[in-house]
């Protein structure tokens, strides 16, 4: 895997994510924005960056459930070193570097990674039906996003279905092994799909989004506690709506880490909710770091651990 390309996205991503910064600034009136800062109550701050480790480490027992399901052992310390560096592709495009977990397995196990591809998929979609749940609650008190938030598990469920339905299912394999680019991969959709169904039944599902839903209330928890410490308060509903539907909305526009998409829907919907822009300018910028780039910098640290790991032991086989 060519890690100089991951971090040249990487690097694009974080200049984006500064360009946001300075928009929501510029958007806000600057000198209001500064004002809020410095009538933010920073005993919050600790708690507010300490929820997102929290949701985390429940991502974490998800990843490592799955792997059990599939198999597939790797000492407790490798594991979580591939786990903290996946956090570091969340501002690839599509998160479609968090493959990159996948490819590191197999370095460690030897394990392919047509059979780890879809654990990669599947924890995304999980998430993404977590977030569902946590922002149907909201939707229906706000009467805003039912339309997209029904599409989107409309699509769950076809998904699911067809992955279930091994009529279906075979009949797909069946349809891409016909074409020409794939036919030579007749193996690893093979096991790609068989990955996929052992990951896929009802009681691996419901377990996900119940943790999944767990998890990311945490990153609501956030909000709350970032309007709370500038003195304009929200419900946790509201809070926890928020994160939910501005995080699904940035997932589907398949942009790196959900930018422009997930900070103009937390902005909009506060205002919506009653929040001074300013105050909603500052708040979405605390909620991103804390929950977006806090996890960056994280995975970063546990690339360069993997990096180092994986270093010793080509040495030690050599």
């Known amino acids: 895997m060519d890690f100089s390309q991951l971090k040249k996205k990487m690097l694009i991503s974080l200049f984006l994510g500064v360009a946001i910064f300075i928009v929501l600034g510029l958007y806000s009136d600057f000198n209001k924005l500064v004002s809020s800062f410095l009538n933010f109550n920073i005993i919050y701050l600790p708690v507010i960056l300490l929820l997102p480790l929290l949701n985390y480490a429940l991502?974490?027992?998800?990843?490592?459930?799955?792997?059990?399901?599939?198999?597939?052992?790797?000492?407790?310390?490798?594991?979580?070193?591939?786990?903290?560096?996946?956090?570091?592709?969340?501002?690839?495009?599509?998160?479609?570097?968090?493959?990159?977990?996948?490819?590191?397995?197999?370095?460690?196990?030897?394990?392919?990674?047509?059979?780890?591809?879809?654990?990669?998929?599947?924890?995304?979609?999980?998430?993404?039906?977590?977030?569902?749940?946590?922002?149907?609650?909201?939707?229906?008190?706000?009467?805003?996003?039912?339309?997209?938030?029904?599409?989107?598990?409309?699509?769950?469920?076809?998904?699911?279905?067809?992955?279930?339905?091994?009529?279906?299912?075979?009949?797909?394999?069946?349809?891409?092994?016909?074409?020409?680019?794939?036919?030579?991969?007749?193996?690893?959709?093979?096991?790609?799909?068989?990955?996929?169904?052992e990951l896929l039944t009802v009681r691996s599902i419901v377990f996900s989004v119940i943790l999944g839903a767990v998890s990311w209330s945490f990153e609501g928890i956030v909000i709350y506690l970032a309007l709370y410490g500038f003195g304009t308060p929200i419900s946790i509903l509201s809070s926890i709506f928020t994160i939910s539907f501005a995080s699904l909305a940035g997932a589907l526009s398949m942009l790196p880490g959900g930018l422009f998409v997930a900070e103009g829907s937390i902005m909009g919907l506060l205002i919506m909710m009653g929040v001074s822009r300013e105050i909603a300018s500052?708040?979405?910028?605390?909620?991103?770091?804390?929950?977006?780039?806090?996890?960056?910098?994280?995975?970063?640290i546990g690339l360069i651990g993997v990096q180092r790991r994986l270093m010793k032991l080509k040495s030690g086989r050599n």
Do not use: C, H
């Open 59 to 197: 991502r974490y027992v998800k990843w490592s459930y799955y792997l059990k399901l599939l198999n597939i052992n790797i000492d407790r310390k490798d594991d979580i070193r591939i786990f903290m560096s996946g956090l570091s592709m969340t501002v690839t495009p599509g998160r479609v570097g968090e493959f990159l977990k996948s490819y590191l397995v197999k370095e460690f196990t030897g394990v392919p990674m047509s059979v780890t591809s879809p654990l990669i998929i599947i924890e995304r979609l999980t998430d993404a039906m977590s977030m569902t749940v946590l922002a149907s609650i909201g939707a229906l008190k706000y009467k805003y996003g039912i339309v997209v938030l029904a599409a989107s598990a409309a699509l769950f469920a076809v998904f699911i279905v067809s992955v279930r339905s091994k009529t279906v299912a075979g009949f797909i394999i069946r349809i891409l092994k016909k074409l020409p680019l794939i036919r030579k991969l007749g193996k690893q959709i093979d096991a790609f799909y068989k990955s996929s169904y």
């Open 282 to 300: 500052a708040a979405t910028m605390i909620t991103r770091f804390a929950t977006l780039w806090l996890g960056v910098v994280i995975g970063i």
